[in-house]
Nanobody, 121 residues
Framework: QVQLIESGGGLVQAGGSLRLSCAFS????????MGWFRQAPGKEREFVAA???????YYADSVKGRYTISRDNAKNTVFLDMNSLKPEDTAVYYC???????????????WGQGTQVTVSS
């Protein structure tokens, strides 16, 4: 069974940066595409970014140019570097693992518990 553990969330001022990490265990990391999603209070979960097994990135338009997804296959970890943060980026951020990199949450087989990111104005 795959386990995903996110870390790195916190409180940051607008314009600041954070790096989220997601540690993967339980199966062969390189067999999975990885994704990041977020859910703000009262809103549906939305796609943020994904990367293929080889690391090719895909982004939601709302974060393109500000966020960078990457993976370290030697450390079984995927990262989300978030820059120029805005108050509207405030959400719980979730890591997910699945067969392909996609914005469709239903494709992902495994999910982490989430980490809170709060951006103050």
């Amino acid at each position: 069974q795959v386990q995903l553990i996110e870390s790195g969330g916190g409180l940051v001022q607008a314009g600041g940066s954070l790096r989220l990490s997601c540690a993967f265990s339980g199966r062969v990391f390189v067999s999975y595409a990885m994704g990041w999603f977020r859910q703000a209070p009262g809103k549906e979960r939305e796609f943020v970014a994904a990367c293929s097994r080889s690391g090719s990135p895909y982004y939601a338009d709302s974060v393109k140019g500000r966020y960078t997804i990457s993976r370290d296959n030697a450390k079984n970890t995927v990262f989300l570097d978030m820059n120029s943060l805005k108050p509207e980026d405030t959400a719980v951020y979730y890591c997910a693992a699945g067969p392909i990199p996609t914005a469709r949450a239903t494709v992902y087989n495994f999910w982490g518990q989430g980490t809170q990111v709060t951006v103050s104005s």
